[in-house]
């Protein structure tokens, strides 16, 4: 059975850092890409990152891009984000989601129960 | 102000078939399949509908999805009170370096 759960989530200060993780069970990890999509609260999916299955394609949001960063450990079966110079606007539960894919079409298959990141004074 | 524009409601009665719209542009659901999701109250989202029209397995027929030029449609036949949720559209985009774009969700009421 694939699973996805998230840590790391919590309450932290603006311009603060978090690192969220990702662990995953049930699949060949290492053969997946791997995101991360946010949902601030009673607001919509807004997606944040995504990595390749050996970390050579990296891709960002705008509203995160150079204050984020994704990352992976295969050997672990593993996914984080790391977040920096965090913003009140940043506040939302995050997921991290499985990429999978058929005959080149790609979509999220499997996702996490999320972690929510509060940013407040 | 999400890429992919859908309505903020729709409703139904118990039986009926309805439909939500995903709207987007030559970048995204012109050039690329779009996905659907599901999200029931406090739940995380499940893929419901990818590629335009498929339904991963486990995922009733009454659910189906349709795609034309710049737009597609999620349809939901034999509506039934468990199919209150959150419904969002997504596909990927190719704009600038390439990233995934999501509609604003559609709230479904069955009345």
């Known amino acids: 059975e694939v699973q996805l759960v998230e840590s790391g989530g919590g309450l932290v200060k603006p311009g603060g850092s978090l690192r969220l993780s990702c662990a995953a069970s049930?699949?060949?990890?290492?053969?997946?890409?791997m995101n991360w999509v946010r949902q601030a609260p009673g607001k919509g999916l807004e997606w944040v990152s995504s990595?390749?299955?050996?970390?050579?394609?990296?891709y960002y949001a705008d509203s995160v891009k150079g204050r984020f960063t994704i990352s992976r450990d295969n050997a672990k079966n593993s996914l984080y984000l790391q977040m920096n110079s965090l913003r009140a606007e940043d506040t939302a539960v995050y997921y991290c989601a499985r990429e999978g894919s058929s005959w080149s079409e790609y979509y999220f298959d499997y996702w996490g129960q999320g972690t929510l990141v509060t940013v407040s004074s | 102000q999400s890429v992919l524009t859908q309505p903020p409601s729709a409703s139904g009665t118990p039986g009926q078939r309805v439909t939500i719209s995903c709207s987007g542009s030559?970048?995204?659901?012109?050039?690329?399949?779009v996905n659907w999701y599901q999200q029931l109250p406090g739940t995380a989202p499940k893929l419901l509908i990818y590629s335009n029209n498929q339904r991963p397995s486990g995922v009733p027929d009454r659910f189906s999805g349709s795609k034309s030029g710049t737009s597609a449609s999620l349809a939901i036949s034999g509506l039934q009170s468990e199919d209150e949720a959150d419904y969002y559209c997504a596909a990927w985009d190719d704009s600038l370096n390439g990233f995934w774009v999501f509609g604003g969700g559609t709230k479904l009421t069955v009345l």
């Open positions: 049930g699949f060949t990890f290492s053969s997946y890409s």
């Open positions: 030559s970048s995204n659901i012109g050039s690329n399949t």
């Open positions: 990595i390749s299955s050996s970390s050579s394609y990296i």
